[in-house]
Every structure is written in C-alpha cells, then in structure tokens.
C-alpha cells in the first residue's frame, strides 16, 4: 500500500506525521521525502546514507549548422523554451518540461537532447526502515521531474510511505497521484481550513480515499472539525498542542521516541487506514 501524507499548506505538521507513522510501523516500510525544494524528514529518521544520485533532465540543443530557421520547434513548446528570434535559435533550459517535441517536429534533426541537471537523490537504511529523498538544485524551478525520479524507488513489496510537498499544485499532484491513500494533515486555523477544502477538493477530482490529522487540535476553533463532519471526511487522529513535542521536534528528535505511548497511536492510525481501504 501507498500511502501519502500532504497538507494544503506548510507548517502543518506533516513531515512529523509521516516520520513518526514510518518509525512506529518499522522494519518492511519505506520513508520517501517528496518535499524536494525543502526536505528535512531525513532531520528525524537519521539514516545512514548509502547511495547518492545525481538526477538530470533532457533538454534541447540546436546545431546551427543544419538549422534551417523554420520555427516549428518554437511553434511546438507551449512553454516558449524553444524559440527562433532573426537568424538564431534561443534555448531557455529553465523553463524545458522535456517533452522531446522539439526535438521530434525539426525537419533537420538538427535538434539533439543534453542533460540538465535537477538535484540529487540519496538512499539509506535505518533499522530496516527504508528511506529515500531528493535534494532539488538551489535555483532550479522543476521539481516535478524528481519527485517522479523519488517515486519510482517504490517497492512494491514494502508499505511506501510518501511525505508531499505542501499545497496542491504540479509537485503535489506528482507526490500523490496512484496512492491508495492521501492523509491530509491540517491545524484548526482559518488559514488551516482554508487550505484543507483545497486540497481535499484536488483529492475528490483524483478519486483517492482520504482522511484527516489535526495537529495542535485543542488550539484554534471547531470549524476544522465541522467541516470534516459535512463533508464525510473522517478524523483519524489529533495531536494536541504540548510542549514536549515541540522540544523534541526542536532538537530534531521523533515524538514516538521522546513519548513512546505515541507509537501505539500511530499504530492505530494506520490500522484505521487499512480498514478505510479495504
């Protein structure tokens, strides 16, 4: 199973979700930190690290000697990351999706694919838990490309669980699509609610099973919970607002480790996501 945690905004708490659900279930699971702009799950499992991966992205390069300046590769990219300005060819790498449609349409072939380089990825172990992330290159905007890359470490053997990157555009979408459960991780604030109709709304058009964690539950109001209620959306645990959690996540430390009558509660919790998946 699949099992992927997101929010509709950052801050939340969902990193700590997906960590301390991961360190509870233990030995046949594996971590994968799709939150590649900003990942810090790694902060909290501590493992050790044993493979590293430069990841690169294909994107064009024109031959000027057999361009003929016909422009159908600009005409093609939707992007304009391709495009023919006098006698000369532009190529704009950033703003590339890599569809190879440029390079398809030219009529001279004079349109060949280099790479590009997106981030890194590492791979390590920690008491039989699998974990992987992504580092994305500072500066680069694409992330999607490497979370995809992330994603395909999934071991189909093994229960997968992925910590998304925040909000609910493209880099979201790519972290949870063929899930077979999204937990939404939310905190009972107007901004908090706000960004959960969001992304429980982006989850209603994708058709995946969903449920919800409010952190900081005995904090803000009841509009969270009132929501959840209307809509059918059911509430599978609340992490209260204490102040050992916040000191343990200070020091970069789990709760279920600080607080080991939690790893019961995260036990459940995936217990109870069983049961909604059948």
């Not at 030219?106 to 590492?122: D, F, Q, T, Y």
């Not at 969903?210 to 919970?225: Q, R, T, W, Y």
């Not at 200070?250 to 996501?273: A, C, D, H, T």
Request: overall charge negative.
């Amino acid at each position: 199973m699949i099992i992927s945690i997101a929010s509709g905004k950052g801050g939340t708490g969902k990193t700590t979700v997906a960590t301390n659900l991961a360190l509870s279930l233990g030995e046949g699971v594996q971590l994968l930190d799709c939150d590649v702009e900003e990942p810090n799950a790694g902060l909290f499992v501590q493992p050790a690290f044993e493979k590293t991966e430069t990841i690169t992205t294909p994107v064009p390069e024109v031959d000027e000697k057999k361009c003929t300046l016909c422009g159908k590769c600009g005409e093609i990219c939707q992007f304009k990351a391709i495009v023919v300005i006098g006698k000369t060819v532009l190529t704009f790498h950033e703003l590339c999706h890599s569809c190879g449609g440029c390079m398809a349409v030219c009529p001279e072939g004079a349109i060949s694919e280099k790479g590009r380089e997106l981030g890194i990825i590492e791979v390590g172990h920690r008491n039989g838990l699998e974990f992987v992330h992504g580092k994305l290159r500072v500066g680069e905007a694409m992330s999607p490309p490497l979370i995809k890359k992330v994603r395909s470490f999934t071991d189909p053997r093994k229960l997968t669980i992925i910590d998304a990157p925040p909000g609910t555009s493209c880099p979201v979408i790519e972290a949870m699509k063929g899930a077979d459960f999204v937990l939404l991780v939310t905190e009972p604030t107007p901004f908090g609610l706000h960004d959960l109709k969001l992304a429980a709304g982006a989850l209603e058009i994708l058709e995946i099973p969903h449920g919800l964690v409010i952190n900081k539950s005995d904090l803000g109001d009841e509009k969270v919970k009132d929501y959840a209620r209307a809509e059918g959306l059911p509430i599978l645990m609340e992490i209260p607002f204490d102040r050992r959690i916040a000191e343990a996540y200070s020091r970069g430390e789990s709760i279920v480790e600080v607080m080991p009558e939690w790893k019961g509660r995260f036990v459940k919790l995936y217990e109870s996501i069983k049961d909604i998946v059948g």
